[in-house]
């Protein structure tokens, strides 16, 4: 089986083939550079060149592959959620190579595309407890099986890669900030600024960070005003302490009242290194759980993920489940 998969939910451009159940081309094509010079992703921009890059992605994927579209068997695009216009474009393409080869055309969300991105070089068992973190998205995600799933916890204003972004900007790093944030952090110490982290309610797997950016600017602004340096390292540091704890406060408590059997991270934040050691450290916890975490390659957009996914949804039509 030959799975053709379109991402283009955002700033990236992919297109990957998934090979009886292996990954045998992942091609991504990065707009960082071009929306750097404007501290964010500008919508419009990230359209106009998906249209310009996908013939080149395209072409790279099956030159690797030495396929030809022909043996395509299903063709698979990220649906939603996203940016209207980059979503529309990746769409197009689907659909366009679905037609002309006349081979199903599979929908599917980004969100659950990001999940299954740990299934690729791993192996769910189900129920799965997914910490799913970007700079759109933080919440906790409860999969019983690939198409039941519920969302059990979320952020209630800012995710956490908003949250980075933002703070990384009042430091004047430039886009994206939450990477040398990361890389910051590891060189500093933790302990000389105080930054609040939101208080744990008994049950509350919901998610705030808008708290901790305002107390971060009240900080930054308030040593300029008495024109003292801040120690950019140990900001970080601080900083990333105060980010990460609540995550995992959150999803101790979801694990200890729903019982999963698999426990993953997802998302762009999923390639954070603090977040994957305390991940891998809540092993020693939870010896019985089966934790993953997706390969660095496929934490940030991808079409990867997206056949993964997509692969699950054959599976089940397959045996007559509808999909």
């Known amino acids: 089986m030959l799975i053709l998969a379109v991402e283009s939910s955002c700033d990236e451009f992919s297109v990957s083939i998934l090979k009886n159940g292996k990954i045998i081309s992942n091609i991504i094509s990065s707009q960082i550079e071009e929306h750097a010079k404007f501290g964010g992703v500008i919508p419009e921009l990230a359209a106009r060149l998906h249209l310009e890059n996908f013939p080149h992605v395209l072409k790279t994927v099956f030159k690797n592959t030495n396929l030809s579209l022909n043996e395509i068997d299903y063709v698979a695009y990220t649906h939603e959620p996203g940016l209207m216009g980059s979503l529309l474009i990746g769409r197009l393409v689907a659909k366009t190579i679905a037609m002309y080869i006349n081979k199903p055309l599979l929908q599917v969300n980004h969100i659950l595309g990001h999940i299954y991105g740990s299934n690729i070089n791993n192996e769910f068992v189900y129920p799965v407890l ?57 060189m500093g110490d933790r302990n000389i600024y105080k930054l609040p982290s939101p ?74 290194s603090e977040i994957r050691k305390q991940l891998f450290e809540l092993k020693n916890d939870y010896n019985k759980l089966n934790i993953i975490m997706p390969d660095l390659e496929y934490c940030t957009d991808n079409a990867a993920m997206i056949a993964k996914y997509a692969e699950q949804l054959i599976l089940l039509r397959d045996k007559n489940i509808d999909i």
């Open 130 to 186: 997914a910490l799913v973190i970007s700079g759109g998205h933080t919440h906790l995600q409860l999969l019983n099986s690939p198409l039941e799933t519920k969302i059990i916890g979320e952020t209630q204003d800012d995710a956490i890669g908003e949250c980075y972004d933002k703070v990384a900007r009042l430091l004047n790093l430039s886009y994206p900030g939450g990477p040398k944030l990361d890389r910051l952090a590891a």
């Open 199 to 272: 208080k744990l309610i008994d049950h509350d797997l919901n998610f705030s960070y808008s708290g901790l950016k305002t107390a971060a600017n009240n900080l930054i602004n308030n040593a300029k005003q008495k024109q003292e340096k801040i120690n950019i390292e140990n900001f970080a540091a601080s900083f990333q302490y105060a980010a990460i704890k609540p995550l995992f406060m959150k999803l101790k408590i979801a694990i200890n009242k729903f019982n999963p059997k698999t426990v993953t991270i997802a998302g762009g934040v999923a390639a954070n």
